[in-house]
């Protein structure tokens, strides 16, 4: 929780609306994560970019799902056309490089309706 | 598949008791296992973490037992408050390097919701 910062907090979308969420990792980390965290479960690996490049993208729904890191900005994840299945808490993460240790933000709380 | 299996569900300890919790891994290639707590509305923090080169790591309360050969670790929190109430997730990793450049894609157990009461 050093320093990871993600808006919004919470976002309610109704369905076929776009969700985008933000994701602004620790000063000086090149690596972020995003995890979604569905009810009652542990925390999914969706994404692993570093800046401009995606490394990772094998926990991504293969439709409706996006992630990017660009140059200058946060991360953002971009979910297209919800559905109420989307409703979850996503969890972005970030690290140094050769850092083993992964800093979470408070996560976006997306709510479909 | 990358599978971390933890258990229990959930667990009620009495204050000043030992919470134990216990997951087991299947790929042997993971070489990196932290401890998240969790509060509500929160997200997960790093509470300790191990390399199999070790069978026990201590830090205050908190203890993480590993038994390589048998695929499992464990946490231990001694002494348990009513301020550990929380969820802690074991995880489990395998570092990619390359390029220079690291990677630290995290496999969650489903978490333990522990309930500690005075």
């Given at each position: 929780?050093?320093?990871?910062?993600?808006?919004?907090?919470?976002?309610?979308?109704?369905?076929?609306?776009?969700?985008?969420?933000?994701?602004?990792?620790?000063?000086?980390?090149?690596h972020?994560?995003?995890?979604?965290?569905?009810?009652?479960?542990?925390?999914?690996f969706?994404v692993?970019?570093?800046?401009?490049?995606?490394?990772?993208?094998?926990?991504?729904?293969k439709e409706r799902?996006?992630?990017?890191?660009?140059k200058?900005?946060?991360?953002?994840?971009?979910?297209q056309?919800?559905?109420?299945?989307?409703?979850?808490?996503?969890f972005?993460?970030?690290?140094?490089v050769?850092?083993?240790?992964?800093?979470f933000?408070?996560?976006t709380?997306?709510t479909?309706? | 598949q990358q599978?971390?299996?933890?258990?229990?569900?959930?667990?009620?300890?009495?204050?000043?008791g030992?919470?134990?919790?216990?997951?087991?891994?299947?790929?042997?290639?993971?070489?990196?296992?932290?401890?998240?707590?969790q509060?509500?509305?929160k997200g997960p923090?790093?509470?300790?973490?191990i390399?199999?080169?070790?069978?026990?790591?201590?830090?205050?309360?908190?203890?993480?037992?590993?038994n390589?050969?048998?695929?499992?670790?464990?946490?231990?929190?001694?002494?348990?408050?009513?301020g550990d109430?929380a969820?802690?997730f074991?995880?489990?990793s395998?570092?990619?390097w390359?390029?220079?450049a690291?990677?630290?894609?995290?496999?969650?157990?489903?978490?333990?919701?522990l309930?500690v009461i005075?």
């Amino acid at each position: 929780n050093a320093g990871v910062m993600q808006n919004p907090r919470h976002l309610v979308r109704r369905r076929g609306q776009e969700a985008r969420l933000r994701c602004s990792p620790v000063k000086g980390h090149s690596h972020v994560y995003w995890y979604r965290q569905l009810p009652e479960e542990g925390l999914k690996f969706m994404v692993y970019l570093q800046k401009e490049n995606i490394i990772d993208e094998s926990g991504m729904p293969k439709e409706r799902f996006s992630a990017e890191f660009p140059k200058e900005g946060p991360s953002i994840l971009r979910i297209q056309q919800v559905v109420r299945g989307d409703s979850a808490a996503y969890f972005c993460a970030s690290s140094g490089v050769r850092d083993t240790e992964a800093f979470f933000g408070q996560g976006t709380r997306l709510t479909v309706v | 598949q990358q599978q971390v299996k933890q258990s229990p569900q959930s667990l009620i300890v009495q204050k000043g008791g030992i919470s134990i919790i216990n997951c087991a891994y299947e790929n042997t290639a993971f070489d990196y296992f932290p401890w998240y707590q969790q509060f509500p509305g929160k997200g997960p923090a790093l509470l300790i973490a191990i390399r199999p080169d070790v069978s026990e790591k201590k830090e205050g309360r908190f203890t993480i037992s590993f038994n390589k050969s048998a695929k499992q670790f464990s946490l231990h929190i001694m002494d348990s408050q009513p301020g550990d109430s929380a969820t802690y997730f074991c995880a489990a990793s395998t570092p990619m390097w390359n390029s220079g450049a690291g990677s630290y894609q995290l496999t969650f157990g489903k978490g333990t919701k522990l309930s500690v009461i005075p």
